[in-house]
């Protein structure tokens, strides 16, 4: 059983985790609302220090990242659990844990970043690797040792303090926008929409190349309105992105600034949600018009 961080001693036997906005009071005994950190006898245990429930090797394109080392494979991880609660969670198998968690196999920092050598980059994905902190930054600094990019796919709900020590040892990540709307956050997903905000600037700014991504979902996030207020706020980014290609933006007329990927995603029901899918004709359109605002736009999960 390893002994996590981001932690503080709380009221009686309990103690407070402090890694993502929930900031979890966790009594004697009991876990906090991802359902990964413990508290044992007043310290935090990780019960899934190392838990690997999916592996893959992806092309980069999947994760979604289209401007980073484009045409190349990439060895990704899986783990348990999330701090989000999203209804149409595609992934909520592995990431939603109800008692227990999905089937899985420890996997030894060594013994990950030992799988990812013939790829030279590792993707934490497919549930919430952030809610993993400390085995992320024991992978990722062995990565980096090794000269092997490290790749976040991440819902960006992170304290400043977690994402400070690991956006500096992050190649490249696709964060997820959800909507643009605080209440859409905190009502339906568990969230935080402007700790999101926080830790997309703070990728950037720490030279991260970065990539966004929004389920378009019918009826709950695909207004005109809230697209747009996404749109603007990637444009407004400055970015350091290592793959861009500023020139290309500069020649459509669009601010050489305004060039950090936006991957528009189409939903279908799942889980909890049942609402139609998105319409593949309408996800066009909403792509057409992001591209007023942004050079690179991409749609997703409606074929080829
Ligand atoms: S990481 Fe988990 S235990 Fe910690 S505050 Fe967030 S939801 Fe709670
Ligand atoms: S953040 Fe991602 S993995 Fe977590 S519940 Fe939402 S969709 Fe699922």
């Not at 007043?42 to 484009?70: C, H, N, S, V």
């Not at 991957?263 to 359109?285: E, F, G, K, V």
Request: neutral net charge.
């Amino acid at each position: 059983m390893s002994e996590g961080r981001f932690f503080e001693s709380a009221e009686g036997a309990a103690i407070r985790c402090t890694l993502c906005p929930h900031q979890c009071s966790i009594p004697a005994g009991g876990r906090g609302a991802c359902g990964v950190r413990e508290n044992r006898d007043g310290a935090l245990a990780l019960p899934y220090y190392g838990y690997i429930t999916a592996i893959a090797r992806d092309p980069i394109e999947k994760k979604p990242l289209r401007r980073f080392r484009p045409g190349t494979s990439i060895l990704s991880l899986g783990f348990a659990g999330c701090n989000l609660r999203c209804p149409f969670c595609q992934n909520w198998r592995i990431s939603q844990i109800n008692g227990t968690a999905a089937p899985g196999r420890f996997l030894r920092p060594e013994e990950a970043i030992a799988l990812a050598r013939a790829d030279r980059q590792i993707a934490y994905t497919y549930s919430e690797p952030l809610i993993h902190a400390e085995y992320l930054i024991d992978c990722m600094k062995l990565a980096r040792k090794q000269g092997i990019a490290n790749v976040l796919v991440t819902n960006g709900c992170i304290s400043e303090r977690a994402a400070a020590e690991i956006l500096p040892l992050t190649d490249a990540a696709n964060i997820d926008l959800k909507c643009f709307s605080e209440e859409t956050y905190a009502k339906i997903l568990g969230g935080n929409l402007q700790t999101v905000l926080n830790f997309i600037r703070m990728a950037h700014e720490a030279g991260v190349h970065v990539e966004i991504t929004t389920l378009v979902i019918p009826g709950l996030n695909d207004s005109d309105e809230e697209l747009d207020q996404c749109a603007a706020f990637i444009a407004g980014l400055a970015s350091k992105n290592s793959w861009s290609f500023a020139p290309k933006a500069k020649l459509r007329g669009v601010s050489a600034l305004a060039e950090t990927p936006w991957h528009l995603s189409a939903y279908h029901p799942d889980y909890r949600w049942d609402a139609p899918p998105t319409d593949p004709a309408a996800l066009m359109r909403a792509a057409e018009r992001a591209r007023k605002t942004l050079p690179y736009v991409y749609t997703g999960n409606i074929g080829p």
